[in-house]
């Protein structure tokens, strides 16, 4: 079976029960500034799994492309990735266990032949908050599961989401593949890592709702979200003992092969796979509308450390950026079809990888006899003292994992601590130098996001008191740098109002005013003068964050809990977006 045979047998068994198919959404969450990519088919679900209605229906089903970069250490054994195509089924307050289970158990027997006797599910074992899910072992032994083939395990293991910070979650069965191999020992089971067991779906029955402030909301609706791992399946389907020896790595692992036979250079099996997996995720992310270029910050720090990663292991064997750009286009050239846009930005792609190549390769060579002698001269200790880690990065580029893994090679720790302290005080230094710019990156994205959040809150507030009620939101972007704030206005806004508006704010700063959240009806909400934006996608209850005397609006959050914490507020700059609409670029900043 070829992946786009597995794709539409999946989707079309969904639609067959009356799902309604959806397109992948980008792999940049639009809704959810906790996390940095799209880590799951849920995620651009959120809104809807809280209670909002989807214009789709129910029942819905998709392919998404997703990046879960805590895999990235995992790269190179046979089935982790960090890019990842997942096929999902949603139930919106439709079905929940008895139907999904038997869905699930129907497609993995009758449609993809599983021998049942090679499937191993689990379930929540329960805890003091959450009793043991019973039901759903009863109805997997139903379907003809025997008791041994059904675990139960805690939350570590049965309990899914939020994806980021906050948002729906709940307690999941998992469904494993048993590939054969002889159990490792008397506990081994699922949740061991030895191979034995392979995840290949994950049915979450999603009936919380995790707030800010780390509470468990019962939801209005009990949802069904399902995840199943794409390339694994196919992997299994086909026979295969790893990901790489399907069709999907399969080309782009022969021309490297080839161009190391060429060479006369060996490359560990493990190196090869991470340089092929990682040149697909490279291609995929750099591919969003958006635009991700490496840089030092966050989507942009992650594809310059995936990029550099592989230039490194390229040239070890002295493969140079010809070659990685040879393999990116057969990457892009296997995907094209599915996913046009590779092929549209396939200049882009190339253009990226040849120009962090040139940035990279001038400081490796260096860097990396540096980064020798450091690490030969750790002693005794056995740690890489943390300024030194930090001059790797700052002055060759060494993005900090990098420098990790040189370490581990040598069985050398690095001293993290140290290394953040002075990346703290660096950046420290040049948030001074940049005028109150971030130098972001490491920073706690999430503390910093809702800061910013906060401060748009404020600005929104402040335009309103100085240019009028007519001003309204007509957009918002946050990144661990800046705010990005649009909104309805006819003119410029003069240099004075400006400073007027950032006065006001810094005023609400000083003061260090509570933010107040409050849950109620949008009717409610308005009804207390809250503003809001798309009212008429807001479900029943909303929530209201309040700063006494200077903004009160419906929001998801999550915010600061007292506006001190933004330090200051200043305004970068102020433009024209489109008619009638103007854009403020601000920062916040001790
Ligand atoms: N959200 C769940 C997961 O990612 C199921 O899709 O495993």
Not at 176 to 184: A, E, Q, R, T, W
Not at 501 to 511: L, R, S, Y
Not at 550 to 578: D, W
Request: glycine share 10%; hydrophobic share 35%.
């Amino acid at each position: 079976m070829t992946a786009k045979e597995l794709r539409t047998m999946y989707v079309n068994f969904f639609k067959e029960r009356g799902h309604a198919e959806i397109p992948s959404a980008s792999l940049l969450p639009e809704n959810d500034p906790t996390v940095l990519f799209t880590i799951a088919g849920m995620h651009p679900l959120m809104p809807y799994l809280l209670g909002e209605k989807h214009p789709a229906g129910k029942r819905l089903t998709d392919v998404q492309k997703c990046v879960r970069t805590v895999d990235i250490d995992e790269v190179g054994d046979d089935m982790h990735l960090t890019f990842f195509e997942m096929l999902g089924n949603w139930s919106l307050g439709d079905y929940f266990k008895e139907e999904s289970i038997a869905m699930s158990y129907d497609f993995l027997t009758n449609y993809l032949h599983i021998p049942p006797e090679r499937l191993a599910v689990t379930v929540f074992e329960g805890d003091e908050t959450e009793p043991a899910d019973l039901e759903a072992e009863r109805i997997w032994m139903a379907q003809g599961l025997k008791q041994e083939q059904v675990y139960r395990y805690g939350r570590e293991e049965n309990w899914w989401g939020p994806a980021g910070q906050t948002g729906p979650c709940g307690p999941d069965t998992e469904i494993f593949y048993d590939m054969g191999k002889p159990k490792c020992g008397p506990g081994c089971g699922p949740a061991c890592k030895c191979g034995k067991y392979v995840e290949i779906w994950n049915n979450v029955f999603m009936q919380y709702n995790k707030t800010a402030d780390g509470k468990f909301e019962v939801l209005k609706q009990k949802n069904v979200d399902t995840g199943m791992g794409m390339e694994r399946v196919l992997t299994i389907f086909n026979g295969k003992t790893n990901v790489y020896d399907t069709e999907l790595f399969l080309p782009v692992m022969t021309r490297l092969n080839e161009f190391l036979e060429e060479a006369g250079r060996q490359m560990p099996i493990r190196e090869r796979r991470i340089v092929c997996e990682h040149i697909r995720a490279i291609s995929f992310i750099l591919v969003d509308p958006r635009k991700i270029t490496p840089s030092n910050t966050e989507q942009g720090y992650i594809v310059r450390r995936l990029i550099r990663r592989v230039i490194r292991l390229l040239k070890q064997a002295e493969l140079g950026s010809a070659h990685l750009c040879q393999l990116a286009e057969i990457t892009i050239g296997q995907y094209e079809e599915t996913y046009p846009e590779l092929g549209e930005s396939h200049g882009f792609i190339l253009e990226q990888l040849q120009k962090e190549y040139v940035l990279f390769s001038k400081t490796l060579d260096e860097g990396l006899k540096k980064a020798g002698r450091y690490l030969e001269n750790v002693g005794k200790s056995g740690v890489l003292d943390g300024e030194l880690a930090f001059k790797l990065y700052d002055t060759y580029g060494f993005p900090i994992e990098f420098t990790v893994e040189l370490a581990q090679e040598r069985g050398v720790e690095v001293d993290m601590e140290g290394f953040h302290a002075r990346f703290r005080e660096h950046q420290e230094k040049s948030r001074q130098g940049a005028a109150g710019k971030f130098a972001g990156g490491l920073a706690d994205h999430s503390e910093q996001t809702a800061r910013l959040h906060t401060a748009t809150h404020l600005l929104n507030g402040a335009l309103r008191a100085v240019l009028g009620e007519e001003v309204s939101q007509r957009g918002s972007n946050i990144t661990a740098q800046r705010l990005r704030f649009d909104f309805s206005f006819g003119r410029k806004v003069t240099g004075e109002e400006l400073a007027q508006v950032e006065k006001i704010v810094n005023e609400a700063i000083e003061k260090k005013i509570d933010v107040v959240l409050e849950e109620m009806t949008p009717r409610e909400a308005y009804a207390a003068g809250a503003i809001g934006v798309f009212s008429e996608k807001y479900g029943e209850r909303v929530k209201v964050y309040t700063i006494p005397g200077y903004s009160k609006e419906i929001c998801g959050g999550p915010h600061a809990q007292n506006t001190g914490e933004l330090g200051s507020f200043r305004i970068l700059k102020e433009e024209a977006s489109s008619a009638g609409v103007r854009r403020i670029k601000a920062v916040i900043g001790n």
